[in-house]
């Protein structure tokens, strides 16, 4: 390609100043060459038909030359509106060409997609909408825009130049679940649920004689009645007084292992191939998972709060409403592996007498060893497996070999959770499996006795 500048000589010494950058197509550049060669044959040898022939090809060039574009316009990818979920999603890629352009050819890639093309008319501004598929969710750098803004006849035309990617946050598939686990001690001065402190609810707790402090409302007249009844007065001699239990909310906190992030494909592990897109990794799986149990824990009335166990950043505090929600799921959409973080020597601490849920794959003895910790200090500890169901048919015979330790540790360490009085939950993302989780999640919200 040939650079057009006004400035030069030749056919830019016309005296239209165009915009450093655009170019002048080869083709072109060959049919005004062509056309002028038949035009100068035809003169000098005397023959106007021959010379007939490069007039339409030098009016052709002039016309795309003065009438192309002097600008090369304005192109722009937008993210979709309303919530990103996996499955389809959509952008926005608007044109905004400038004075003489007539087509735009666009190349339109993700990653983990093959590029798609096209060649788009345009005689104003025109939004084109984009759309790709995934199932994969958090942060997605995705429609990347190479596009070329090009004249009459492709005369002239921009350099190659690109749009995009824009960065897309794409949130968990919604999952309800029945019932909610609650640690072993509630606190909190008031809520949903029923503690063994005495105070104001309604779960009866005793009988007890009048004191100070006690309110009217709570005299049980029909106990009083029976057992101070004097008949030969027609007095009561001792009024009595309903004690209830006091009500109290729980405290969730959710712990995410953004370590690792493994796909169900065995033979991506090494890093030497990326995993489909059309498949949920493990970090996937923990987002979903996290993200039902925090809606779930708020629509009860409870606290949840979010930490990390991969970064040492700041967690999210426990707290409720819909507000606080929406800070949890954003914050787990986002989560994401960062470099190798280095060992902790104690576990991340949580607040006292909570529920901790912690999502891991358990490839290694950090998150057990946490989980081990938190149980020794009487925290209810629920371990959810994120790993996807795997496959291992394109692993090398010495990579099977290496799989088949990796897994057998995996499964020893798993038991001594479970011996540890942790409960083991397995979470899959699939929908086949969508009854097992809240079967099990309903197990897992069933009263049960409780050793220190």
């Given at each position: 390609m040939?650079q057009?500048?006004?400035g030069?000589?030749g056919?830019?010494s016309v005296?239209?100043?165009a ?5 002048t ?10 056309g002028?060669l ?17 007039v339409?090809l030098?009016?052709?060039?002039a016309?795309?030359?003065?009438t192309?574009p002097?600008a090369?316009?304005h192109v ?7 919530l990103n ?6 952008g926005?890629?608007v044109l905004?060409p ?8 666009i ?6 997609h093959?590029a798609?093309?096209a060649?788009l ?5 025109r939004d084109v ?6 199932a994969r969710?958090?942060?997605n750098?995705l429609?990347?825009?190479?596009h ?6 492709t ?6 130049r690109?749009?995009?990617?824009v960065?897309v946050?794409?949130?968990p ?15 909190g001065l008031?809520?949903p ?6 105070g104001d609810g ?19 007249w ?5 057992r101070s009844?004097?008949?030969r007065t027609?007095?009561l001699d001792?009024?009595?007084t309903r ?5 109290a909310?729980a405290?969730v ?8 992030a493994v ?14 897109v059309?498949?949920?990794i493990?970090l996937?799986v ?12 708020v629509a009860a009335?409870d606290?949840?709060g979010l930490?990390?166990?991969?970064l040492r950043?700041?967690?999210?505090p426990p707290a ?11 914050r ?5 592996p960062?470099?190798f973080p280095s060992?902790?020597?104690?576990a991340?601490?949580?607040p006292?007498?909570a529920?901790?849920v ?12 946490v989980a ?5 200090q ?5 371990a959810v ?5 795997l ?10 070999a ?9 499964t020893?360490?798993?038991e001594?959770l479970r ?5 083991v939950?397995r979470?899959?993302?699939g ?10 999640w309903?197990?897992l919200?069933r009263?049960r006795?409780?050793?220190?």
């Open positions: 040939s057009r500048n006004g030069a000589g056919v830019g005296g239209r100043a915009e450093p950058g655009l170019s197509g080869i083709s072109a550049l060959t049919c005004a060459a062509a002028g038949a035009l100068v044959l035809g003169v000098v040898a005397g023959r106007p038909d021959v010379a007939a022939i490069g339409p030098l009016l052709t060039f016309w795309g030359w003065f192309g002097v090369a316009g722009r990818v937008e993210r979709g509106s309303g979920q996996p499955g389809s999603v959509g926005r890629l905004e400038p004075a003489g352009a007539e087509t735009v050819r190349r339109v890639s993700s990653p983990g093959r798609t093309q060649l008319a345009v005689d104003g501004p909408a984009l759309e790709v598929g995934t969710t958090g942060i750098q429609f990347r825009v190479d070329v803004t090009a004249g009459f006849d005369v002239t035309h921009t350099p190659v690109q749009a995009g990617p960065a946050v794409i949130h598939a919604r999952r309800e679940l029945a019932g909610l686990p609650l640690p072993p001690r509630l606190q008031t809520g649920h029923t503690s063994r402190r005495g309604d779960d009866v707790r005793d009988v007890h004689p009048f004191a100070p402090g006690d309110r009217l409302r709570r005299i049980d029909r106990v009083s009645a029976r009844y004097d008949p027609g007095t001792t009024l009595y004690r209830t239990f006091a009500t909310d405290t906190m959710l712990v995410v292992d953004s370590r690792d796909g169900p494909d065995v033979s991506t592990w090494g890093g030497g191939r990326v995993a489909a059309d498949e949920a493990s996937d923990a987002r979903e998972a996290a993200t039902a149990v925090a809606r779930a824990v009335g606290r949840v930490d990390d166990l991969g950043r700041r967690p999210v409720g409403g819909r507000r606080h929600l929406d800070r949890i799921t954003n787990l959409a986002r989560i994401a960062e470099s060992a902790r020597v104690r991340p601490q949580v006292s007498a529920l901790v912690l999502f891991s794959t358990f490839l290694d003895d950090e998150a057990a060893r081990q910790q938190w149980r020794a009487a925290h209810r500890v629920i497996d994120t790993l996807p169901a496959r291992t048919d394109m692993l090398e015979p010495n990579a099977l290496a799989y088949r330790l990796v897994r057998l540790e995996r020893v360490r798993l001594r011996r540890s009085d942790v409960e939950v979470w899959s993302g929908p086949p499996e969508g009854a097992q989780i809240a079967a099990g309903r197990v919200a009263p006795r409780w050793r220190r």
